[in-house]
């Protein structure tokens, strides 16, 4: 994959990002995404696992911002609920969006990392900023219609990724 379209990490979940990891990267600040990353496609509220992850990620001394393409109310509710700012309406992959997230954070690009769900986005966005960006894998396989092509486009992409092979 071009490098415009690589993470800097991949995980499965939220969740299973290590404080002490992005720690040990210098980073204060994250740049979080709401929908499939957060909070599944069509639920209402963050799974447990994933609320408890922010509220742990507060607690342990990152300021955190989420960051939406999502304008609803319920996406506002979402980061009420969180305890978190939120920039909605980002339009992402363009960069006024993650720039509002960054003046929210206050803080150096290198200090900061994004995390999030969708390569043409978050990953796309992140990198025209020179942010780092941990992709994760979406909470659900189902998608609204508007992101549906997009998945498509994401995995033509990842079936040309040169695989390593194995030892």
Known sequence: MSGWF???SYV????QIAFDDLRADGVRGLIVDLDN?????????PEERDALWVAQALESGFSVVMLTNNATPWANDMARRLNVPIV???????????????A???????EVTVIGDQIFTDVL????????????????????WNTFPLRLLE??????????PKA
């Open 12 to 15: 499965p979940s939220i969740s």
């Open 104 to 110: 929210l954070l206050d803080m150096p690009t290198d």
């Open 125 to 144: 966005g992140s990198k025209l900023l020179g942010l780092r960006v941990i992709l994760v894998g979406p909470l659900v396989r189902r998608d609204p």
């Open 88 to 102: 909605s309406n980002a339009r992402k992959p363009l960069p006024g969006g993650f720039r509002r997230a960054l």
């Open 6 to 8: 690589s993470p800097t």
């Open 37 to 45: 990353t957060l909070v599944g496609y069509r639920a209402l509220a």
């Open 155 to 164: 995995r033509l992409l990842e079936s040309m990724r040169p695989r390593t």
